[in-house]
């Protein structure tokens, strides 16, 4: 599951606002807004999966933590 920071991250790479998040997943304005500044998990785990969702869709991919780095958040590469 993904993080509030990458959250943030991934809305910024895409140029999106909370309230563009929110409509795309169909979640409330004050849900993004509470899970971007959560520091620890909060809220219903659909919430989380369909921001995942709507930001992959978007054009970004989020990288899970390995052994030596944390976990990320990059812009898909554009198809040719």
Do not use: C, H
Not at 6 to 15: D, F, H, I, P
Not at 27 to 48: C, M
């Amino acid at each position: 599951m993904i993080s509030g920071l990458q959250m943030r991250a991934a809305r910024s790479l895409l140029g999106l606002q909370q309230a563009d998040v929110a409509e795309l997943a169909n979640v409330s304005l004050a849900s993004v807004k509470r899970l971007e500044t959560a520091s620890e998990f909060r809220g219903a785990a659909d919430t989380y999966w369909k921001i995942q969702i709507a930001l992959e869709k978007a054009g970004v991919e989020f990288i899970p933590a390995d052994d030596t780095k944390g976990p990320g958040v990059r812009l898909k590469q554009r198809q040719r």
